[in-house]
């Protein structure tokens, strides 16, 4: 995005760096771990844009520590996927934006979506270290935001993660952690943090206790850094859902986020948002007219993940086939700019804010980010498929 540095990076280039960047990113002691593209190239973002980028992000954060937001959000969370003792702070969630382009031309950030829940915070560290040990990175551009340092986010990750617990009594759980794709973040966490990773099918319950079994001994489970996604959950074996249900009871555990804050902070929040950079959004169900440009809008499923059920093409005969509006979203069209220069021709991209959280502060801070970079229709690794110059990759903020 920085035509200079965007020059002079492709110019260096060569494919034996990013193979051995690649070969870095793989664990030692998980071999194959990496499951996922990762991109030749970071994304360079100067002052002007950052600064667009966080004044989004500040806004939306406005509604979300705004003492009626949970007030706003009750209907978002489905009556049969609440979760007892929900908390007052979602201690993870991030915001994704496309990399768009103004009538003048200008690039300006727009807000695609955004999630009450955690990303690949460990895996970004590991990210940022080697791509700096293999590739020319200035020392003015940082991934991190608002000051912070490798060592003050591997700090506060850390300590909202544990916070007053022991380790061993804290688990990263996830259904079938070890087969999915985002399993290099779960070592990755675990390297970081001191935490393991443990399958639903793993848990044990007692009278509303939690346990494990942790190198052959039942270990009490304090604290879950959650990273099940129901939605996934619901697409499992008849096996793996019952277990399920252990997560709906009034457990004696802290969660981390706690679940419902995924679906507060998700696609039902939108609507609620007004803001330059971000896409006029309707609940379905509510609009009593449809935009005579219908073909500027895009058609989402509120609660799905990963892009799956999105309708970009919409016309009318899609809407009159749904037959729970309430649970859709109409979303004015984002045009992502060909903004990314490479060897054979130009990539998109979008640009993920972290936020943490910590439980003695009044407001959420912006940390770090992950950056995707797509030459398909949509973002994401599943639409990538056989190109180059695109998939995971990071944003360098100019200092």
């Known amino acids: 995005m920085i035509e200079q540095l965007r020059k002079k ?22 071999p194959n771990a990496l499951d996922y593209r990762i991109a030749e190239t970071p994304v360079f973002v ?31 969370i489905p009556k049969e996927l609440r979760v007892p ?16 382009k103004n009538e003048d031309g200008e690039l300006e950030p727009q807000l695609i979506e955004m999630q009450g829940f955690p990303t690949l915070f460990a895996f970004q560290y590991f990210q940022d270290k080697n791509m700096r040990a293999h590739f020319n990175i200035p020392n003015n551009f940082s991934v991190f935001l608002n000051g912070n340092t490798n060592h003050s986010y591997v700090t506060k990750l850390k300590r909202i993660i544990l916070a007053d617990f022991n380790p061993v009594n804290v688990v990263l759980l996830e259904i079938l952690p070890h087969q999915q794709k985002t399993r290099i973040d779960f070592y990755n966490t675990q390297s970081l943090v001191g935490i393991k990773s443990v399958c639903l099918s793993e848990l044990i319950e007692e009278n509303n206790n939690l346990f494990y079994i942790n190198e052959g001994v039942k270990t009490p489970i304090h604290r879950i ?36 804050w995924f679906y507060r902070i998700s696609k039902y929040t939108l609507p609620f948002i007004h803001h330059p950079f971000v896409p006029k959004t309707y609940f379905l169900n509510e609009l009593k007219q449809l935009p005579n440009d219908l073909n500027n809008y895009v058609l989402k499923p509120l609660f799905s993940f990963a892009g799956q059920g999105v309708i970009i093409d919409v016309t009318i005969d899609d809407i009159t086939k749904i037959i729970d509006p309430e649970n859709w979203i109409l979303q004015q069209k984002v045009q992502y700019a060909d903004v990314i220069a490479s060897p054979d021709g130009f990539a998109k991209a979008e640009i993920r804010v972290f936020y943490f959280w910590d439980k003695d502060a009044n407001r959420p801070e912006a940390v770090c980010n992950l950056a995707r970079l797509s030459k398909g229709k949509m973002i994401g690794v599943r639409y990538n498929q056989n190109k180059e110059w695109v998939g995971s990759s990071l944003a360098y903020f100019e200092q």
């Not at 003792?85 to 768009?100: A, I, L, P, S, Y």
């Not at 996604?229 to 986020?257: C, M, R, T």
Request: proline share 2%; hydrophobic share 35%.
């Open 9 to 30: 990076y492709n110019q260096e280039f060569t494919i034996e760096q990013y193979q051995k960047y690649v070969q870095a990113l793989e664990s030692d002691l998980v």
């Open 46 to 76: 100067d002052k002007q844009f950052k600064n667009k980028l966080l004044d989004t992000c500040e806004s939306i954060v406005d509604i979300i520590v705004d003492e009626n937001f949970k007030h706003k959000t009750e209907q978002a």
């Open 225 to 260: 850094y959650n990273r099940i996604i129901f939605d996934d959950l619901q697409q499992q074996s008849a096996e793996l859902k019952e277990k399920g249900k252990i997560l709906f009871k009034n457990l004696n555990v802290e969660w981390l986020p706690h679940p419902n």
């Open 85 to 100: 003792n929900e908390n007052d702070k979602c201690e993870f969630f991030v915001f994704d934006f496309g990399v768009c």
